[in-house]
């Protein structure tokens, strides 16, 4: 099974509370993912890389995911030959980028509203930068995040920024220390959107996750 590159296709883009509110109510049984993190940890570039070049947009200026972008993606199982339907949704960050406070509110408000009506079945996708790991931005948003049971996975980027083995080894060697502080991170994962170190893994893991949600015995 693996996930059609090139095949995700955008929906739309939320920007207001009752838009969102209203998108969600009709869908709240959906299977899908979300991803977030703090600005400029490479988020788009590692949706573009498992999903397809340019199906997230990499903007010069980190933090700039101002709305709730939501997408369809495929999952094919090729001996089955059956594909299967999911939801994407990229959400506005955390920690956020040089904006106003109307702006940051707004961001806010969307991230209440995502989290409080959003389906069990997403998967939370938490990414960091592995060169600055758990910022006190991080420490906070996974607070925030533990009231709302969803399943969550941490994806350390940028591992291909990390020169030597003793820096690698050090950020590892943090997992038994973010699973016992973190109980509602279920799987870490190493990874460069860049070098596509990694990635087998991660999509591996969200088609799994994927599976294990699904209605359809079987298969996705």
Known sequence: MNIQKGKTEFLMGIDTIEQLQTWLNEHHFINGIAFIGRSNVGKSSLINSLFGKGTARVSKTPGRTRQVNIFSFKIEDNEKKTVEEFYLFDVPG?????????????????????????????????????????????VQFHEYI????????????????????????????KMPEIYKKFKWVKQIHFASAEKGDGLPGLELAIINFSKKNSDMKGYL
């Open 94 to 138: 955390y920690g956020h980028a040089d904006v106003s406070k109307e702006m940051a509110a707004n961001w806010q408000n969307l991230l209440d509203m995502f989290f409080n009506l959003c389906s069990e079945k997403i998967l939370l996708l938490n990414i960091q930068d592995s060169r600055h790991p758990l910022q006190e931005s991080d």
């Open 146 to 173: 533990k009231a709302f049971k969803l399943e969550t996975y941490l994806i350390f980027n940028k591992m291909d920024k990390l020169k030597t083995q003793s820096e690698r080894s050090k950020l590892k060697n």
